[in-house]
């Protein structure tokens, strides 16, 4: 089902939110960055001037860029094959990084604009006192009028550590500074209802007030060539935003002048408005950066208990689990029907979990010979995951209007 928001709506809400935005992150794909001849250096300076702009009008922007494997790739002539071995994208990133620096570096020194590299792992966000310094550096380059340029450090993230793509590392960026806007530039014009180029009736998208599953379906529809992501994690990035209060945009990052007019109320590419809950930063660094290592099953009435009367979890409700952790690892929990109920970190280890799940808080002490907590997540560890990205006027939802 999708419900309306007008014309006039939309576009109210999009020129409020960028007028207001006064910290913004922008992610930049390789498709947009790179031509056939490797990196695009008139897009590189075309962006470079945007920020630059942003930057002058009392904005603090932070770049997130792709770009390196594939400038690594133009600057070698390795071909892509279908399944690239890890170490050689590594190799490939290694040799494109310098490359991309050194794009942006001369591009926004003839701007006098001073920039800085930032390379990240997952790991360096998952413990929580990197976490923090990352924060710290990123808000003092701010201090210094710099514009952090940051990628995922390739070279030493083993598969298994990584961030799934730059749209996830963009959002997550957003979240930690407590930016009010991600912008994703991509390859794509926009969200579209179905296939463009296969479907004549498919529309594009230009307010998305909830991300709705109907929503995540639509991103199927599209694919880029060159990035990682696709639109499907550009979808789940703008859902990481909105459950912290932000919001976002996917747009067509070949357009000359296309933070200009996003700055200036054009009706482009698709906004995402930001969801009604503002979780706090710990809290969002449970549920979006710690990976979880496992699942919970939960029964209705747990379900009922965490969503609709805010309560900590309890082995009681607990129906199965999955994968094997320690005390305090991040896990999910899901519903019957599968679907993420909420994130948090487990009081319990999967092992004590297996012979406590569905018993009384009473009975813990008798099966383990000792009661370490009541709850098996404390609310205070927990972050519900569903009704997030949700709009505060419940009644406005996603809406599709063509121009
Ligand atoms: N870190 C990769 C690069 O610089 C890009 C990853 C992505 O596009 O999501 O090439």
Redesign the pocket.
């Known amino acids: 089902m999708t419900f309306q928001v007008s014309k006039d709506d939309g576009l109210f809400y999009r020129q409020t939110l960028f007028d207001q935005a006064k910290r913004v992150v922008i992610k930049v794909?390789?498709a947009v960055l790179t031509n056939d001849n490797g990196l695009d250096l008139a897009i590189i300076a075309t962006i470079a001037r945007q920020v630059s702009f942003l930057q002058s009008t009392g904005r603090e922007v932070i770049l997130v860029?792709?770009?390196?494997?594939?400038a690594g790739r133009k600057r070698l002539g390795i071909v892509k094959t279908p399944h690239e071995e890890l170490k050689v994208k590594q190799a490939l990133?290694a040799t494109?990084?310098g490359l991309?620096m050194q794009a942006y570096e001369q591009a926004f020194s003839e701007l006098e604009q001073p920039v800085a590299q930032v390379l990240l792992t997952h790991a360096d966000l998952s413990n929580r006192g990197r976490y923090l310094n990352v924060r710290n550096t990123i808000l003092t380059l701010f201090e210094f009028g710099v514009v952090p340029i940051i990628?995922?450090n390739?070279t030493v993230s083993a598969e298994e550590l990584r961030f799934s793509?730059?749209?996830t590392?963009g959002a997550l960026m957003t979240n930690m500074i407590g930016a009010d806007m991600f912008i994703i530039l991509t390859d794509v014009d926009s969200l579209y209802t179905g296939n463009p180029s296969t479907d004549a009736t498919a529309r594009p998208i230009y307010t998305v007030a909830s991300i709705t599953r109907e929503i995540e379906k639509m991103a199927g529809n599209a694919t880029s060539a060159l990035?990682?992501?696709g639109m499907m994690a550009k979808i789940r990035a703008a859902k990481m935003v909105a459950a912290c209060g932000g919001c976002s945009f996917i747009g067509p990052g070949k357009h000359p002048e296309i933070l200009k007019a996003l700055f200036s109320g054009e009706l482009i590419g698709t906004f995402f408005l930001p969801g009604h809950g503002k979780i706090n930063r710990r809290k969002h660094w449970i549920a979006y950066v710690l990976k979880p290592q496992g699942v919970l099953v939960v029964d209705d009435g747990a379900r009922r208990a965490l969503i609709e009367q805010g309560k900590s979890l309890l082995p009681s409700g607990i129906t199965a689990i999955r994968g094997s952790f320690p005390v305090g690892a991040p896990v999910q929990c899901l519903d019957l029907e599968g679907t993420v109920v909420a994130a948090g970190l487990s009081n319990y280890g999967s092992g004590d979990l297996e012979r406590i799940r569905g018993r009384k808080t009473r009975e813990i002490a008798g099966i383990l010979g000792r009661k370490d907590h009541d709850e098996v997540i404390h609310r205070d560890n927990l972050v519900l995951m569903v009704g997030e990205g949700q709009h505060p006027r419940g009644a406005l939802q996603q809406e599709h209007f063509a121009s």
């Open positions: 794909g390789s860029s792709s770009g390196a494997v594939a990133a494109g990084q991309l990628n995922e390739d793509d730059n749209d590392l990035g990682t992501g």
